[in-house]
């Protein structure tokens, strides 16, 4: 790995860690960056997923604040702790094929729910606060289908959780940003324990990135607290429909 290796999955590292915080995506910055140094797909989907796990880390620490009440949380995380466990396990059984085609319509349908969040409240009705019941069982089914994509690929895991829950979770687009952090955390730990058993992780890369990631963490976290929430949900709208086509786009032509 050259001089010029390093300085772009600094930069990479940095730029995805702060997206990650403010709204998911980075690994759109962080993936394509390992592909350009050398990895193959598989290679740098997990060591990205290494590689970004500590800026998720820092993201709950810079937003811890902003969480909601344990009640809420709590019962959340086996659910994304399993969820994770599966979507990891199906990326190093499953055809490369697969994974290249099936990625960029989840991204582009969990940006989609969140861009009309509004109208589908209406179908499905306003959320309350969590505590038993179909609520509950909304927001575990919202989790484990991003916490299974997670584990899965891992970019723009953000937005899918962004846009779940969001959906059925009675909070604040702050509060949900930052119990997205935390579920992000989770899925990464998971995620990582099964690569860095089982998966072809290149570790001089990720001890490269993995730095950075913590860094643009804390910023994209303290930017996140401070922009509006219609800021921020155009923000995470645009960041998703990007992602999305991008990898479609990938996808079509065969570049990784």
């Keep these: 790995m050259g001089f010029s290796d390093v300085v772009l999955l600094i930069a990479a590292g940095l730029a995805a860690g702060t997206v990650n915080a403010i709204a998911g995506g980075g690994s759109l910055i962080?993936?394509?960056a390992l592909l350009?140094?050398?990895l193959p797909p598989i290679s740098a989907t997990v060591t990205n997923s290494v590689s970004v796990l500590p800026g998720y880390l820092s993201s709950v620490a810079a937003s811890r604040m902003d969480l909601p009440q344990r009640?809420?949380?709590?019962?959340?995380l086996p659910t994304a702790?399993?969820?994770?466990?599966?979507?990891a396990t199906l990326l190093l059984v499953?055809?490369?094929d697969a994974f290249d085609f099936v990625v960029p319509f989840l991204v582009l349908g969990a940006t989609a729910v969140l861009a009309f969040q509004v109208r589908l409240r209406r179908v499905v009705?306003?959320?309350?606060?969590?505590a038993g019941g179909r609520p509950a069982l909304r927001?575990?089914?919202?989790?484990?289908?991003?916490?299974?994509?997670?584990?899965y690929f891992n970019a723009a895991l953000g937005v899918i959780l962004v846009a779940g829950l969001a959906l059925v979770?009675?909070?604040?687009?702050?509060?949900v940003s930052a119990l997205k952090n935390l579920i992000s955390a989770v899925v990464g730990v998971t995620a990582v324990v099964v690569f860095a058993l089982f998966g072809p992780v290149d570790w001089l890369a990720a001890l490269v990135v993995a730095p950075a990631t913590i860094v643009g963490g804390q910023v994209g976290a303290r930017i996140a607290r401070r922009v509006p929430g219609g800021v921020l949900k155009a923000a995470i709208v645009v960041f998703g429909t990007t992602i999305g086509l991008y990898l479609l786009w990938s996808a079509i032509t065969g570049r990784g």
Aim: zero cysteines; aromatic letters at 6%.
């Design 30 to 32: 962080s993936f394509p």
């Design 36 to 38: 350009a140094v050398g």
């Design 71 to 76: 009640r809420t949380l709590w019962p959340l």
């Design 81 to 87: 702790a399993v969820s994770a466990l599966a979507g």
């Design 94 to 96: 499953t055809p490369e």
């Design 125 to 130: 009705g306003r959320p309350r606060a969590l």
């Design 139 to 151: 927001a575990h089914v919202m989790v484990a289908i991003g916490s299974l994509y997670g584990g």
């Design 169 to 175: 979770l009675d909070e604040t687009m702050a509060r």
